[in-house]
């Protein structure tokens, strides 16, 4: 089984299983994934069987049905905004880009029923020197990590926190490749499974009106206090108090699940860097 459930296989073997299942109506032979994937020609039944256990042992997308490998797609469009549970998440970090960048502070706060419930915090040691541009933007230095947890000490705590959550972050695509690079560094061929919503997408379709679509320009659109802008817990609780007009935005104008919302902020869009956006 994978190491947290909400993490999935990011193997090519596993990749190559569920594109193969998801042409072939979401199930096929345990022999036709075998003979296609693992490239083993005219298998023993047998052992293909042996084989496909070991990867839906890795993945909970896949299932062994008898002698047949099943892809489950979970229906997460349906989930709606009453019942979901949301984490809101913000990293700040040594650089633009994973790798070789790292992540040096984490916050999260989780929105349980309408409201912020919970937080998660922390300083992280990047395991690298901060740059001083990003010592600048943020105020936090190589002193300040230095005695902070490295990823690997927090990575249970965390995924523990964000649960079967929706994710959501001010450029999602960002916060995610660091979160998912981190963790892979940690659980080897494993990535966050976990849906996840872009407040930055959903603000140029909520908002088209506001000068741009920064954090900061957004939070002031909402009255919303962001004092230390660039630290990971007050983006992230801002991000939160954002997040949560948007739903009231998006049921009043008939979006009330997370397919919804999705849809709405799926027109391509051209995707900048967390300090373009924030």
Known sequence: MPPFPNLISDSVLIKDAIRLLALSGGRAPAVKVVDRVMRIRKPDPT??????????????????????VV???QDRDSI????????????????AKAPPCRVTEIGAYSIKKGTIADEFRTLVNPEAPIPPFITALTGINDEMVRDAPRFGDIADDLLGFIGDAVVVAHNA??????????????????????????????????????????????????????????????????????????????????????????????????????????
Request: glycine share 6%.
């Open 173 to 278: 695509q960002f916060d995610m490749g660091f979160l998912d690079h981190e963790i892979g560094r940690v659980y080897e061929d494993y990535r966050l499974g976990n849906p996840t919503l872009c407040t930055v997408k959903l603000s140029r379709r909520l908002l088209p009106q506001i000068e741009n679509h920064k954090l900061n320009t957004v939070a002031r659109h909402y009255s919303i206090d962001l004092v230390n802008h660039h630290r990971a817990s007050d983006d992230a609780k801002a991000t939160a108090e954002i997040f949560l007009h948007f739903i009231e935005e998006m049921s009043g104008i008939g979006i009330y699940d997370i397919g919804g919302a999705n849809q709405l902020s799926r027109k391509k869009l051209t995707l900048k860097t967390k300090y373009q956006t924030q």
């Open 80 to 95: 709606s905004f009453s019942d979901a549970e949301f984490v809101v998440i913000d990293l700040e970090t040594t650089g």
């Open 71 to 73: 892809y489950i797609e």
């Open 47 to 68: 052992l293909a069987k042996r084989l496909v256990a070991d990867l839906v042992e890795r993945d909970t997308r896949l299932a062994l049905h008898q002698d047949e």
